[in-house]
T-cell receptor
Framework: DVKVTQSSRYLVKRTGEKVFLECVQD?????MFWYRQDPGLGLRLIYF???????EKGDIPEGYSVSREKKERFSLILESASTNQTSMYLC???????????FGPGTRLTVL | DAKTTQPNSMESNEEEPVHLPCNHS???????IHWYRQLPSQGPEYVIH???SNVNNRMASLAIAEDRKSSTLILHRATLRDAAVYYC???????????FGTGTRLKVLA
């Protein structure tokens, strides 16, 4: 079975802190994604990566950056966390050319 | 981007069939229809997808209207473990981008 793991289930940070969210997949998938999930808004795509060091902006990239130095790892970075970035963050991976995305369990981030 | 519309919530009795509707009136000819579900405290998981024809797998069936402006996810016998938020999603051919709606929260009654 595909396994997508995220570094933390819950995280509390202060406004202005730099925040790293890590995602690791074990199935050699080419594509990886970061979403945020907010009540009433569903899932919104922040960034995705289709190869090592390759990335594309999703629908809401402002305030975020990403890093993919190794195929199995995709990091989401909040350079200076703000309270409006309090949310559930979900990572997903996908084998190129297939339709199924596999999601991690999510990280609930609270910015105080 | 085309959007999907789903009822906010639905209820079903255990061991009865459930029909979860989705409207996507602005769908384009190359948009795939996907369904995912999200169990409590978990990330979404794949259920089924299709383009034009009805599809069946071990989890569910997908019925797609002839004009493709709507689709229905069918759970043949709901169990308590099927209680989840079900998302109907469109994906344009040639892209990785999913457009998630807000989903339908399914409650299964024992």
């Amino acid at each position: 079975d595909v396994k997508v793991t995220q570094s933390s289930r819950y995280l509390v940070k202060r406004t202005g802190e730099k925040v790293f969210l890590e995602c690791v997949q074990d199935m050699d998938h080419e594509n990886m994604f970061w979403y945020r999930q907010d009540p009433g808004l569903g899932l919104r795509l922040i960034y995705f990566s289709y190869d090592v060091k390759m990335k594309e902006k999703g629908d809401i990239p402002e305030g975020y950056s990403v890093s993919r130095e190794k195929k199995e790892r995709f990091s989401l970075i909040l350079e200076s966390a703000s309270t409006n970035q309090t949310s559930m963050y979900l990572c997903a991976s996908q084998h190129g050319g297939t339709d199924t995305q596999y999601f991690g369990p999510g990280t609930r981030l609270t910015v105080l | 981007d085309a959007k999907t519309t789903q009822p906010n919530s639905m209820e079903s009795n255990e061991e009865e069939p459930v029909h979860l509707p989705c409207n996507h009136s602005t769908i384009s000819g190359t948009d795939y229809i996907h369904w995912y579900r999200q169990l409590p405290s978990q990330g979404p998981e794949y259920v089924i997808h299709g383009l034009t024809s009805n599809v069946n797998n071990r989890m569910a069936s997908l019925a797609i209207a002839e004009d493709r402006k709507s689709s229905t996810l069918i759970l043949h016998r709901a169990t308590l473990r099927d209680a989840a938020v079900y998302y109907c999603i469109l994906r344009a051919s040639g892209t990785y981008k999913y457009i998630f709606g807000t989903g339908t929260r399914l409650k299964v009654l024992a």
